[in-house]
């Protein structure tokens, strides 16, 4: 089976720096996705990694740890409408072609 | 350019109900999913389709639920005899197959509520 852990919520302040944690225990590993998540609306992608290491997009980076089963988004130079849920996802697998998800953390962003 | 619709966005039934919900992919995307999403819960897998074959059925959660594709595009769940557990909402996705799962494409979802 699959357990995939992050917290369920943060809150941070407008113009600082947030890091979320997810932490996963997978049968297999064939790459970890990042989604944000506005009330309502549909989950977006945010990035993807497969190797170790840290890939960069802009205001968010995401890391990844395969012998330790540990990822990380940063969100830098947060805005008011950073606030939202970010869900850590991971594809167990070779012959997987599903998502597991975390259950998702709630940003909140304060002036 | 279109995204994945589905529809209704809402929808309210009473428990023992069937119920219909329709999902219409990005087209060319020959990969499909079916999730549903509790409040404050995770998104929970519930079925997988290759074109029209569904080669992961696994997160079904009872016979009451089952899933068709036609013309490797549109999707139709139906959930038979709803009861009020079946309250969520469900998300279809979609994704271009390649070497390798890619970044699935959701949809808006259909929040469903059985009374």
């Known amino acids: 089976g699959q357990n995939i852990d992050q917290p369920t919520e943060m809150t941070a302040t407008e113009g600082a720096i947030v890091q979320i944690n997810c932490t996963y225990q997978?049968?297999?590993?064939?790459?970890l996705f990042w989604y944000q998540q506005h009330a309502g609306e549909a989950p977006t992608f945010l990035s993807y990694?497969?190797?170790?290491g840290l890939e960069e997009k802009g205001r968010f980076s995401s890391f990844l740890s395969r012998s330790k089963g540990y990822s990380y988004l940063l969100l830098k130079e947060l805005q008011m409408k950073d606030s939202a849920s970010y869900l850590c996802a991971v594809n167990g697998g070779f012959n997987d072609y599903k998502l597991s998800f975390g259950a998702g953390t709630t940003v909140t962003v304060r002036a | 350019g279109a995204g994945v619709s589905q529809s209704p966005s809402n929808k309210v039934t009473e428990k023992g109900k069937d119920v219909e919900l329709r999902c219409d992919p990005i087209s060319g995307h020959t990969a499909l999913y079916w999730y549903r999403q509790s409040l404050g819960q995770g998104l929970e897998f519930l079925i997988y389709?290759?074109?029209?074959?569904?080669?992961?059925k696994s997160g079904l959660p009872s016979d009451r639920f089952s899933a068709e594709r036609t013309g490797g595009s549109v999707s139709t769940l139906t959930i038979q005899r709803t009861q009020q557990e079946d309250s969520a909402v469900y998300l279809c996705a979609s994704s271009p197959v390649g070497e390798r799962l890619q970044a699935l494409h959701f949809g808006n979802g259909t929040r469903l509520t059985v009374t």
């Open positions: 990694n497969v190797l170790d």
């Open positions: 997978t049968s297999g590993f064939n790459g």
């Open positions: 389709f290759q074109g029209n074959s569904a080669p992961d």
